[in-house]
C-alpha cells in the first residue's frame, strides 16, 4: 500500500504562517486522492479540520487553510495561535482505502 | 448530540480474539460510512477498516486483511470490529469514527502476555 509522508515536526513564531505538507508514494497528489486533516492533542481524539483538499467544518479556525501545492497537498496555518501547538495528520484515499500520514509536531515558539 | 462510544477493550493475549463495539447516537446511523482508525501508544494514526452504509463494502489496511472482521448493525446503531489472531502490534488506541468527521474517545486494545 501507498506511504504517506509528511514533516516529522516543524516549529512557528506566534502568529506566523507555516505550511505543512502531504506527499504520496504513489506521484503526485491530487483532488481525487480526498486530502483530509487532522489535529490531535495529547490524551485526546483527533479532531477533523479540512476535508477533500480545501473543505472546512464549521468548527475550523479561519487561520487554517487546505491546498494542493507541487504535487502535495498542503495544510497553511496563518497567523499562529498558542493553542496550534499539536500533531497534524493528512490523510488521502486510494481507490477504497485510506492511508494516513506519519504527522507533523508543530511547535509554536 | 452526536456520539460514538467505544467499548470492549482490554488485555488479551498474542494469538487471541477480541470484539469491540461502537454505539452510535444523535444521528441516523445507516446514512453513513462508519471507519475504524487506531493508534499505537506513542504513535501515529492507521486507518484499519472502513463499511458501506448498508454493509455490502467493507476495506481493511493490509496489515489486518484476514483476522479483523468490520460490520455493523443498523437496527441497534453500532459498530464493530472481531479481531482474530492478535499480536503485539495490534495494541493501540482504537476509534470508530463517522465519516472521518465525528470520532469516539477510543478503546485501548492491549495484546500482551
Known amino acids: 500500500q501507498a506511504v504517506v509522508t509528511q514533516e516529522p515536526s516543524l516549529t512557528v513564531s506566534p502568529r506566523g504562517t507555516v505550511t505543512l505538507t502531504c506527499g504520496s508514494s504513489?506521484?503526485?497528489?491530487?483532488?481525487?486522492?480526498?486530502p483530509y486533516w487532522f489535529q490531535q492533542k495529547p490524551g485526546l481524539a483527533p479532531r477533523a479540520l479540512i476535508y477533500d483538499t480545501s473543505n472546512k467544518h464549521s468548527w475550523t479556525p479561519a487561520r487554517f487553510s487546505g491546498s494542493l501545492l507541487g504535487g502535495k497537498a498542503a495544510l497553511t496555518l496563518s497567523g499562529a495561535q498558542p493553542e496550534d501547538e499539536a500533531d497534524y495528520y493528512c490523510l488521502l484515499f486510494y481507490s477504497g482505502i485510506w492511508v494516513f500520514g506519519g504527522g507533523t509536531k508543530l511547535t509554536v515558539l | 448530540e452526536v456520539q460514538l462510544v467505544e467499548s470492549g477493550g482490554g488485555l488479551v493475549q498474542p494469538g487471541g480474539s477480541l470484539k469491540i463495539s461502537c454505539a452510535a447516537s444523535?444521528?441516523?446511523?445507516?446514512?453513513?460510512?462508519m471507519t475504524w482508525v487506531r493508534q499505537a501508544p506513542g504513535k501515529g494514526l492507521e486507518w484499519v477498516a472502513n463499511?458501506?452504509?448498508?454493509?455490502?463494502?467493507?476495506n481493511y489496511v493490509d496489515s489486518v486483511k484476514g483476522r479483523f472482521t468490520i460490520s455493523r448493525d443498523n437496527a441497534k446503531n453500532s459498530l464493530y470490529l472481531q479481531m482474530n489472531s492478535l499480536r503485539a502490534e495490534d495494541t493501540a488506541i482504537y476509534y470508530c469514527t463517522r465519516g472521518l468527521v465525528v470520532w469516539g474517545q477510543g478503546t485501548l486494545v492491549t495484546v500482551s502476555s
Open positions: 444523535g444521528f441516523i446511523f445507516s446514512d453513513y460510512w
Open positions: 463499511i458501506k452504509r448498508d454493509g455490502s463494502e467493507k
Open positions: 504513489t506521484g503526485a497528489v491530487t483532488s481525487g486522492h480526498r
